[in-house]
């Protein structure tokens, strides 16, 4: 009885040290400074995504909802003069269903395919498509598995905001995508400052 009363208080104790490194939710950190970016059109198209084996059932539509409104949620305060359109293709999910805790916890995943367009120039600014596997974080409510403590649309959810934040960081590194004029402008603007 004392065995299983400390491996009670050890599994406990594994739970809060975790809880307490697990990252900060992205939809609660001050806004990042994305110079001159504005989002334009936001297209999301999810209706040939595939479902993971092991998933909740899901629909389509409410895939396209939730990332949309992630988008929104991450990028619509920016008020930039550089309009940009986010187009992103689902191509497949599993929204984890409930395991057993510490032996089987399957994890919630999105896979996705980004393309970002400059407005004025009507051009794609990627080269080739991005494509991202966006996981869960890990928290105290997904660390025993989240199809155990959380609902499927708090899952979609979750993993809508940690696409969104993963595109942004993206962007945030061309920073030519979010500044004003063409890449040849600010070339010729910098050598002038020499």
């Known amino acids: ?19 307490a490194c697990s990252k900060v939710d992205p939809t609660t950190e001050p806004p ?19 479902p993971g084996p092991l998933t909740r059932s899901i629909s389509t539509e409410e895939i396209d909802v939730a990332l949309t409104q992630a988008i929104d949620e991450r990028f619509g305060h920016y008020q930039g003069d550089r309009l940009l359109h986010i187009g992103i293709a689902v191509d497949g999910y599993v929204l984890a269903l409930p395991g057993i805790p510490t032996i089987l916890s399957p994890k ?23 494509r991202f596997s966006v996981f869960e974080r890990t928290s105290a ?13 708090v899952q979609l959810q ?13 962007i945030l590194e ?5 500044t004003t004029g ?8 910098t050598s002038a400052e020499r």
Do not use: C
Not at 1 to 8: G, W
Not at 141 to 153: A, D, P, R, V
Not at 174 to 178: E, S, T
Not at 182 to 189: G, P, R
């Open 108 to 130: 919630s995943v999105l896979a996705i395919t980004v393309n970002v367009w400059d407005n004025e120039t009507q051009q794609k600014l990627n080269a080739e498509p991005r």
């Open 182 to 189: 063409s890449v040849a402008d600010l070339a010729n603007e």
């Open 141 to 153: 409510e997904t660390i025993i598995g989240s199809g155990l403590t959380q609902s499927k649309s």
């Open 1 to 19: 009885m004392m065995k299983l009363k400390m491996q009670i208080a050890g599994f406990l104790a594994f739970i809060l040290a975790l809880t």
């Open 158 to 170: 979750n993993l809508s905001r940690n696409a969104a934040l993963k595109i942004q960081n993206w």
């Open 174 to 178: 061309h920073p030519d995508w979010i």
């Open 32 to 50: 990042v400074d994305m110079a001159a970016f504005q989002l334009g059109h936001n297209v999301v198209v999810a209706g040939n995504a595939t």
